[in-house]
């Protein structure tokens, strides 16, 4: 306890560091007040359908990425996901794309432009998505719930949605450069813990409250929680260490090179996008059943949309464990990594430079991104098994899927941040022995 407060002196201490905290929590605090604001024309007071719509399934999943925002009709509704489905697109059309591959290898400038289209395709996604959510919105609230009507509430929502995501997107930025940690990362990261207090006393209310299983059985269940909590920390963290000798070269009386370094290989590189891919999957078969008359198709329905039944879980696990290979494929590449460690006159000890060194590193990740796919296969579908166990579906969430891995990676990212800024000031780090690791590539973080 003693050295946490000496810890948390310190931090206060740095005058940067200190600024850059307080500009975070700023920056967050008008979010959080954003998420309140109900959108002009709709009366906050029957928002109760909406709220019981947007308990479980895609709703609940975008309601809890929003912060709420969704459920409360609010001017943030469309939340910060339009632009991190707009940066998934560009991530890919950098693989297939020649002009967007030679944009990733220009630099910054290159970088600017890859942003600037970034921001583009966010707007032509929010003026495809808002009339969507309006729509939701007719159809779920009653007709007494809309004081405005007609073409001028659908434009002036319209523009006030796209606007809402765009400036939730403006913070992030903000919080990226004047703040501490990746600000689009942290959003989504505040979005998912305002829910976890109500998650937190409903879960306790229902075990102390008539046959629920006491006091016992609930820090049972937080026990269990801590331990997956570890359990994804290690997922995150871990790595398999390729080792890469550098050539020594003598230029005058110096001499550079002849060291050995290491390629961390993630686990898990691909972070949290798999879960996200396969959840996707996972619900346009029953979008497109809900438009046929079969009684075998209604049938594959009821069973994929039982989030806790066996087929629905077996077939999102093969999913993400598929995805996982996938998206590892696309955004780890062997070769870049032997041209450029060629280049700098580095080889992998015992291995020819080259297409032995390609061939290695491939080798190497289809290993270690077995396991990885399996422990996240896993991970998604803890909350169905918590489910299963009694746990009430919102904490549910929180036992594994994308809530998780999100939490885990923005908080390790966030807290590496901090600890540089100890170290170069010559302070104790966060730990007194160890040092937190690295920024997790594919995950929230990476947006």
């Given at each position: 306890?003693?050295?946490?407060?000496?810890?948390?002196?310190?931090?206060?201490?740095?005058?940067?560091?200190?600024?850059?905290?307080?500009?975070?929590?700023?920056?967050?605090?008008?979010?959080?007040?954003?998420?309140?604001?109900?959108?002009?024309?709709?009366?906050?007071?029957?928002?109760?359908?909406?709220?019981?719509?947007?308990?479980?399934?895609?709703?609940?999943?975008?309601?809890?990425?929003?912060?709420?925002?969704?459920?409360?009709?609010?001017?943030?509704?469309?939340?910060?996901?339009?632009?991190?489905?707009?940066?998934?697109?560009?991530?890919?059309?950098?693989?297939?794309?020649?002009?967007?591959?030679?944009?990733?290898?220009?630099?910054?400038?290159?970088?600017?432009?890859?942003?600037?289209?970034?921001?583009?395709?966010?707007?032509?996604?929010?003026?495809?998505?808002?009339?969507?959510?309006?729509?939701?919105?007719?159809?779920?609230?009653?007709?007494?719930a809309f004081i405005l009507k007609g073409t001028f509430f659908t434009v002036s929502s319209v523009i006030i949605l796209a606007a809402?995501?765009?400036?939730?997107?403006?913070?992030?930025?903000?919080?990226?450069?004047?703040?501490?940690?990746?600000?689009?990362?942290?959003?989504?990261?505040?979005?998912?813990?305002?829910?976890?207090?109500?998650?937190?006393?409903?879960?306790?209310?229902?075990?102390?409250?008539?046959?629920?299983?006491?006091?016992?059985?609930?820090?049972?269940?937080?026990?269990?929680?801590?331990l997956v909590f570890a359990a994804t920390i290690l997922l995150v963290q871990g790595t398999r260490k390729i080792p890469v000798q550098?050539?020594?070269?003598?230029?005058?009386?110096?001499?550079?090179?002849?060291?050995?370094?290491?390629?961390?290989?993630?686990?898990?590189?691909?972070?949290?996008?798999?879960?996200?891919?396969?959840?996707?999957?996972?619900?346009?078969?029953?979008?497109?059943?809900?438009?046929?008359?079969?009684?075998?198709?209604?049938?594959?329905?009821?069973?994929?949309?039982?989030?806790?039944?066996?087929?629905?879980?077996?077939?999102?696990?093969?999913?993400?464990?598929?995805?996982?290979?996938?998206?590892?494929?696309?955004?780890?590449?062997?070769?870049?990594?032997?041209?450029?460690?060629?280049?700098?006159?580095?080889?992998?000890?015992?291995?020819?430079?080259?297409?032995?060194?390609?061939?290695?590193?491939?080798?190497?990740?289809?290993?270690?991104?077995?396991?990885?796919?399996?422990?996240?296969?896993?991970?998604?579908?803890?909350?169905?098994?918590?489910?299963?166990?009694?746990?009430?579906?919102?904490?549910?969430?929180?036992?594994?899927?994308?809530?998780?891995?999100?939490?885990?990676?923005?908080?390790?990212?966030?807290?590496?941040?901090?600890?540089?800024?100890?170290?170069?000031?010559?302070?104790?780090?966060?730990?007194?022995?160890?040092?937190?690791?690295?920024?997790?590539?594919?995950?929230?973080?990476?947006?």
């Amino acid at each position: 306890m003693k050295g946490l407060i000496e810890t948390l002196r310190n931090i206060w201490k740095i005058e940067d560091l200190r600024s850059r905290i307080l500009t975070t929590l700023a920056l967050l605090l008008v979010y959080r007040l954003g998420t309140k604001v109900v959108l002009p024309g709709i009366d906050p007071a029957q928002l109760g359908a909406l709220k019981s719509q947007t308990a479980d399934g895609v709703l609940g999943l975008l309601n809890m990425f929003s912060g709420g925002a969704f459920a409360n009709a609010s001017i943030f509704a469309l939340g910060i996901m339009p632009y991190i489905s707009a940066s998934i697109v560009i991530q890919l059309l950098g693989i297939a794309v020649p002009y967007f591959q030679k944009l990733q290898k220009e630099g910054e400038s290159g970088h600017r432009k890859i942003n600037q289209i970034t921001r583009y395709l966010t707007v032509i996604i929010l003026v495809l998505q808002a009339p969507g959510y309006l729509l939701n919105l007719h159809s779920t609230l009653p007709e007494t719930a809309f004081i405005l009507k007609g073409t001028f509430f659908t434009v002036s929502s319209v523009i006030i949605l796209a606007a809402g995501s765009m400036f939730i997107m403006w913070l992030g930025e903000k919080i990226t450069d004047k703040g501490i940690g990746n600000g689009i990362s942290i959003i989504i990261m505040i979005g998912i813990i305002a829910r976890l207090p109500f998650s937190f006393f409903a879960e306790l209310g229902s075990k102390i409250e008539g046959q629920g299983g006491g006091l016992i059985l609930f820090v049972i269940e937080i026990v269990v929680l801590f331990l997956v909590f570890a359990a994804t920390i290690l997922l995150v963290q871990g790595t398999r260490k390729i080792p890469v000798q550098y050539a020594k070269r003598i230029v005058g009386n110096k001499q550079y090179g002849g060291v050995r370094q290491y390629i961390p290989l993630k686990v898990n590189a691909a972070g949290v996008m798999p879960i996200i891919f396969a959840q996707a999957i996972m619900f346009l078969p029953m979008a497109f059943v809900n438009y046929a008359a079969s009684d075998a198709l209604t049938g594959v329905a009821a069973a994929l949309s039982n989030y806790t039944g066996f087929w629905y879980n077996a077939l999102f696990f093969v999913m993400i464990v598929l995805f996982t290979y996938f998206y590892t494929a696309i955004t780890v590449n062997p070769t870049q990594m032997a041209e450029d460690m060629k280049k700098n006159g580095g080889f992998i000890p015992g291995i020819k430079p080259g297409k032995k060194t390609i061939d290695f590193l491939d080798t190497v990740m289809s290993r270690i991104t077995l396991p990885g796919s399996i422990f996240l296969g896993f991970v998604a579908i803890l909350p169905a098994f918590a489910m299963i166990a009694g746990v009430n579906n919102q904490f549910a969430h929180f036992y594994g899927g994308t809530s998780l891995l999100i939490l885990v990676g923005v908080v390790l990212d966030t807290l590496q941040q901090i600890e540089s800024h100890l170290l170069m000031r010559h302070y104790d780090g966060l730990m007194k022995s160890g040092r937190i690791k690295g920024k997790t590539p594919g995950g929230a973080a990476a947006y």
